[in-house]
């Protein structure tokens, strides 16, 4: 069962940047795997933030963080990433990294949908504060 592990939460002041980090425990790949970044903030219910393909040529994001943040993916180390440039106190959340198999049919295809995913991180707390 693919196991995936989320690092680079912290604080952040208003206008900075953070990048977060999805990796697949050892012995895992993410190849075949369209990677979803979610967030959950204080006494909301999740949401999706960006999504990447398996082939990594396809991105979605949230209207919110469009312009701010960016997703990519290497393959050869089995990791995805989350930049969040221009930070806002709306970003603290914590942030969850899901993946879900895609066939190589489906390789640029890529969902925001919680329900889609079959993997979940254990997520890393984003805080946004002066």
């Known amino acids: 069962q693919l196991q995936l592990v989320e690092s680079g939460g912290g604080l952040v002041q208003p206008g900075g940047s953070l990048s977060l980090s999805c990796a697949a425990a050892s012995g895992f790949t993410l190849d075949n795997y369209a990677i979803g970044w979610f967030r959950q903030a204080p006494g909301k219910g999740r949401e999706g933030v960006f999504c990447?393909?398996?082939?990594?040529?396809?991105?979605m994001n949230l209207d919110s963080v469009k312009g701010r943040f960016t997703v990519s993916r290497d393959n050869a180390k089995n990791t995805v990433y989350l930049q969040m440039n221009s930070t806002e106190p709306e970003d603290t959340a914590v942030y969850y990294c899901a993946a879900y198999y895609r066939p190589l049919l489906f390789q640029h295809v890529c969902s925001m949908r919680a329900d889609d995913m079959e993997y979940w991180g254990n997520g890393t707390l984003v805080t946004v504060s002066s």
């Open positions: 990447i393909s398996s082939s990594g040529r396809v991105t």
